[in-house]
C-alpha cells in the first residue's frame, strides 16, 4: 500500500530540525541498540550498488555510517516485513522519498510512525553536519499533506527569498492566500526579476515607480541613479499584513508592473508585437491578461516564454 492516505508518509518543501536532545525528549525515544528499534535493516540501492536480492543489507547500527545515498529502511513486526521507507541520505539532512507498508495494518497509522522512525534514526546516527529531516514538498490546503505540518519544530521554505521560516509563523499567512511570501527579509540584489526590469526600464519608466514609492525625485536625475533607487523599490518586501498585493512573487509596487507589460513582446498569428502596436480597444483587452500573466511568473520568466495569442 502506499501513502497517499492522510495516515500516510510521502514526499512532500518542509524541513524538520533535529536537535538530537530535544528530539529524544519529545518522542519519548531513547534507543540504545537494535532490538529496541523496529527497522532492523536498511538495504541500500545507492549508485554503486546494484538492484535485486543482491543487495546488501545493514543493521541498525550499520547504517549510522552508510555513505551518502539512496536506501530502503525495512521495518520488521514478528518476524514480518510490515513496511518500507525510501530515503535519501544526503549530507545535510535525512530526505523522505516515500513509505509503503501492509494495508490490513492502515489502522495502525504505520506511514506517520515511519516518519517518526526516521526522525529518531537521523538523532541517534549523529552524522556530522546531517541535522534536518526533510518532507518534501508542502501543500498548506491539501488534506493528504496535512500530516507533515504535525512534526514540529518545522520550517518552511520561503518561495521568494529562499529563507526557511517557521511553520508555525507561515501558517496563519497560508490560511489567508494560496500563494505568499513567508519571510519579510529584501530579495536578493541579484534577483533576476529585479534586474529584468530595473535594466528594461527607461528614464519615464523608471520616474513612475520611483514616484510610485513616495521618492522625490531631483530634476536632471540620471538614469543610472534611478535604477539604483528602483532596485532597492523592487527589493523591499511587502508587508504580509497586507492584502492582495503580497501575494505577487517579486512585485512590490504596482507601478513597475505597467512599463514591463507594455515593453513586453508577444506574438499573435506569428507577428511579434507589443502593447503599443495594438489598438485601443484590443490594448484593453490584452494588457490586464500580459500583467495578469506577469504577475503569476515574475518578469525574468515572462521575458523568456514566447507567449502567442
Not at 143 to 162: I, N
Request: glycine share 8%; net charge negative; charged share 25%.
Amino acid at each position: 500500500d502506499d501513502d497517499d492516505d492522510d495516515d500516510g508518509h510521502d514526499s512532500g518543501g518542509l524541513d524538520d530540525n533535529e536537535d538530537d536532545d530535544d528530539d529524544d525528549d519529545a518522542l519519548g525515544n531513547d534507543h540504545g541498540n537494535d532490538d529496541e528499534h523496529p527497522a532492523s535493516a536498511a538495504a541500500g540501492e545507492g549508485e554503486d550498488q546494484g538492484q535485486g536480492e543482491d543487495d546488501p543489507e545493514y543493521t541498525l547500527s550499520e547504517s549510522y555510517t552508510l555513505p551518502e545515498g539512496a536506501y530502503h529502511m525495512y521495518y520488521i513486526l514478528n518476524e514480518e516485513l510490515v513496511a518500507v521507507g525510501v530515503v535519501d541520505i544526503l549530507p545535510n539532512c535525512l530526505s523522505s522519498v516515500y513509505c509503503f507498508y501492509d494495508p490490513e495494518l492502515r489502522a495502525l497509522e504505520l506511514g506517520k510512525l515511519v516518519a517518526l522512525w526516521e526522525i529518531d534514526w537521523l538523532a541517534q546516527a549523529k552524522r556530522p553536519g546531517c541535522d534536518f529531516y526533510y518532507l518534501g514538498y508542502y501543500v498548506h490546503d491539501c488534506v493528504k499533506m496535512a500530516y507533515k505540518g504535525q512534526y514540529h519544530p518545522s520550517e518552511l521554505l520561503c518561495p521568494e527569498t529562499f529563507r526557511w521560516v517557521q511553520l508555525d509563523a507561515a501558517a496563519p499567512i497560508l490560511d489567508s492566500r494560496k500563494y505568499a511570501r513567508l519571510c519579510d527579509e529584501p530579495l536578493s540584489e541579484e534577483d533576476p526579476n529585479i534586474t529584468v526590469c530595473t535594466e528594461s526600464f527607461g528614464g519615464g519608466a523608471l520616474k513612475r515607480v520611483a514616484r510610485a514609492a513616495g521618492h522625490q525625485l531631483v530634476p536632471g536625475t540620471e538614469v543610472g541613479e534611478l535604477r539604483s533607487i528602483v532596485r532597492q523599490i523592487l527589493r523591499r518586501p511587502q508587508p504580509l499584513s497586507q492584502g492582495s498585493a503580497a501575494d505577487r512573487p517579486w512585485l512590490v509596487h504596482e507601478a513597475a508592473l505597467v512599463p514591463f507589460t507594455d515593453a513586453l513582446e508577444f506574438s499573435v498569428r506569428r507577428s511579434r508585437l507589443t502593447l503599443s502596436m495594438l489598438t485601443q480597444d484590443s490594448r484593453s483587452y490584452v494588457s490586464p491578461i500580459l500583467q495578469s500573466y506577469v504577475e503569476g511568473i515574475g518578469p525574468s520568466l515572462a521575458q523568456e516564454i514566447d507567449l502567442s495569442f
